[in-house]
């Protein structure tokens, strides 16, 4: 609380001592607190904006050190300020650094930021006016209702998505493309679905003009299109707003998240805590490099230079007590204020580095999340890899924690599309015991992809052999060479119609694997309906179509008024397909929830209790009872069985090109229903699938997938 005595006044602003705890901007009836920490600081301004775009500030209140400094936090408490207004802090060492002091930076704590940051001005060095500023935003009230949902691991269905990409094309129809509201719009598309669970792209503001690359194509700047670029942790992306109000993003993103509960939905975040936008020593002072550049980030003592686990050029000193702290106040306010229901950690192997870049065993990051009393229920998923060789995929210290499983990914991918094996499929369709099996986990730790943000889309990862990233202005360099794909015989786009039938199955056989695999299934937004990047697998910077939602490859249609200029329409025949997938996509989707078998909490024992028919899994090449692991074919067949018999699962995979005659296990009194066949759509999701009491062998054409319920 702010003292009675006035200490000073500046520009018609009174100035009172203040409290020191909590960090960031307070809001009372007749002003605002202020309070940053900072421990490299001898001197310390707070500038005060009239408006976001202002050069020079309308005051500027220097904060004395006897007056305003309680150990290492500065803070003040300025009468007559609103929410809306806009500030930024000036931070001064006790030997003035002119790369690091005297500039506009950012409240790590900032609620909201206004402002567009653009690179192509790093030129000025003394003030950088053109940086953003932060703006006072009034705290919201906490969610009462978190636990509402209920859903758990067995039936959760992930969905990957860019918030802006979802509806930023014309073919959306919503009022507000791109936008935080104009997602709303689409909620419908998702219940549709069955999609339980949104995961969002960054949408913590980040600067979209960073890129000064130039695409060689089109002659347009590129941008920072996803946002793993975070400036700001704790406000949400201004541009995806519709208002105009200063901090109206905060309002319109707590909406969206009502909305999704609403409708049943959880809404995970995806997070980058491995690096944030001021890049190198080289890069744009934004906010922690003039703070305490020492503290935020895992700097080389001897030269100074930012240690780069993250491939972006700096390295968030995850571990470091002060980092540690903010953190949590990070995810809280993210779980608190705005009643998100969990994260996806970005490159989470740097959350378990030491301060000098070791992993260690017992990451206090790591275990501090998995305890905190406001985080420990929500959801907690790690990307366990870096970009300097950690992989913990399987191993990541928080056994709490799932885990993007690139292993899954990897392997379902090589068994369709290129050399996998009956060994590797079946391992990873069972649940990837051979990775959280020995730390005591379960199934449900694995989060299952096939595609996802990064990398090519499931159209294009059976259309391409080679990634096409030309647009990108790197020359092709960039993104990933080793993709597991396939393109069956011709690259790109085709109007074979032998090869687009082809193509059309094979992607049916890897959704059909991802959704009747043990784990959680993550669909990246797009493939339901099977959207194509022209085989662009990093689409960073593509602000444009290319990264979009196309509708009408989901509503099945090609109007010509929602063509964009210089961008090719979808063909006729991908909306066709477009149509086709995604109606296999809703019953796959529906038949996966409906089934108790596909979502274990814990893996198989391959044993039958006494009075069982059959072990609760038991797998067969051609024939039942009979497994060569070592055969060069990719047949198998794998029998799910409730063990008080009453009933189960037959699951056939044929990879190869041959046609192969499946003989059934037999299972006296009950019938085979056949469910779906993926070799042809005639047999897919049958209304009233047909009930064969003596059925004793199955053909199927391959590649395809079969799944027969017995009841």
């Known amino acids: 609380m702010r003292a009675n005595k006035i200490i000073k006044q500046v520009n018609g602003y009174d100035v009172y001592q203040a409290s020191p705890l909590p960090l960031g901007t307070v809001v009372e009836s007749s002003g605002v607190r202020f309070s940053l920490f900072s421990r490299r600081a001898s001197k310390i301004v707070i500038c005060i904006f009239e408006k976001a775009d202002d050069l020079e500030p309308a005051a500027q209140i220097q904060l004395e050190p006897d007056k305003f400094r309680f150990g290492d936090i500065w803070s003040v408490f300025i009468a ?10 000036v931070v001064e060492g006790e030997k003035f650094d002119p790369e690091r002091d005297g500039k506009y930076i950012l409240d790590p704590y900032a609620k909201a930021v206004a402002g567009v940051f653009d690179f192509t001005n790093l030129g000025e060095k003394e003030k950088l006016p053109e940086a953003p500023k932060s703006v006072v935003v009034k705290s919201i009230a906490p969610r009462a209702h978190l636990s509402d949902l209920q859903i758990s691991d067995g039936e959760r269905i992930i969905y990957e998505v860019h ?14 493309p791109g936008t935080y509201k104009g997602f709303i719009e689409k909620i419908d598309h998702l219940k549709e679905l069955g999609v339980t669970t949104v995961e969002l792209l960054p949408i913590q503001a980040f600067p979209e003009n960073e890129n000064v690359n130039i695409n060689p194509e089109t002659g347009e700047r590129l941008k920072n299109y996803w946002g793993y670029s975070t400036m700001s942790f704790m406000s949400p992306h201004n541009l995806y707003a519709r208002g105009e109000k200063p901090g109206c993003e905060v309002e319109e993103f707590r909406e969206l998240v009502d909305k999704l509960h609403e409708a049943g939905m959880e809404v995970i975040l995806d997070i980058v805590f491995n690096h944030t936008a001021e890049g190198s020593e ?73 301060q000098e870049g070791n992993l260690m065993d017992n990451p206090p990051l790591v275990e501090r999340i998995t305890n905190d009393p406001i985080l420990r229920k929500v959801k907690l998923i790690a990307e366990a890899w870096d970009a300097s060789g950690a992989y913990q995929v399987g191993s990541f210290p928080g056994t709490s924690w799932a885990e993007w499983n690139g292993r899954y990914r990897d392997e379902v991918r090589r068994f369709w599309l290129q050399d996998g094996n009956i060994s590797q499929l079946a391992t990873r369709i069972s649940g990837s015991e051979d990775l959280y099996g020995p730390s005591n986990r379960s199934p449900r ?20 052999n080679q990634k096409h990233n030309y647009q990108n202005g790197e020359n092709n360099r960039d993104g990933e060479n080793n993709n597991c794909s396939n393109n069956h015989g011709f690259e790109g786009s085709v109007t074979n119609l032998t090869i687009r039938t082809l193509r059309l199955v094979q ?17 990246f937004a797009g493939d339901e309906a099977g959207k194509t990047k022209t085989g662009n697998n990093n689409t960073y910077c593509q602000d444009n179509p290319l990264s979009w939602l196309d509708w009408r490859i989901v509503h099945g249609n090609s109007q010509p008024e929602f063509q964009v200029r210089g961008y090719a329409d979808p063909e006729k025949k991908d909306i066709e397909e477009g149509k086709e997938l995604l109606s296999f996509v809703k019953k796959i989707i529906a038949f ?8 274990r909490c814990s893996f198989f024992k391959g044993e039958k209790e006494e009075g069982a028919l059959f072990p609760d899994i038991s797998w067969q090449n051609e024939i039942p009872g009979k497994i060569n692991w070592n055969t060069d074919k990719k047949i198998l067949g794998v029998l799910l069985w409730r063990q008080d018999n009453s009933g189960g699962l037959m699951l056939l995979f044929n990879g190869g090109f041959e046609q192969t005659e499946f003989f059934l296990p037999e299972i006296g009194e009950k019938n085979y229903s056949l469910v779906f066949d993926t070799s042809s759509p005639q047999v897919s999701f049958q209304d009233k699938p047909a009930r064969e009491k003596t059925q004793t062998t199955f053909i199927l054409q391959g590649p395809a997938v079969a799944a027969l319920e017995i009841s």
Request: proline fraction near 4%.
């Open 80 to 89: 007559g300020l609103q929410p809306g207004s806009f500030y930024a802090w």
């Open 163 to 176: 918030l802006k990409g979802f509806t930023a094309h014309p073919s959306s129809q919503v009022k507000s």
């Open 282 to 354: 080289t890069g744009p002072v934004l906010s922690f490099k003039s703070i305490d550049e020492d503290i935020y980030y895992i700097r080389d003592p001897k030269t100074g230079k930012h240690r780069n686990y993250s491939g972006c050029g700096n390295t968030f000193n995850c571990n470091h007590p002060i980092v540690r702290d903010y953190i949590l106040d990070v995810l809280h306010f993210w779980v608190i204020e705005m009643g998100v229901d969990g994260f996806r950690f970005d490159l989470a192997s740097i959350l378990g580095r030491d």
């Open 445 to 464: 730790h694995s989060v299952n992809f096939i595609t996802c943000h990064d990398g090519f889309t499931l159209r294009d990862l059976v259309s391409y």
């Open 507 to 523: 992607m049916k056989n890897l959704l059909a694997t991802l959704f009747l695999s043990q784990g959680v299934p993550m669909l």
């Open 592 to 599: 996966r929830q409906g089934c108790d078998l596909l979502k």
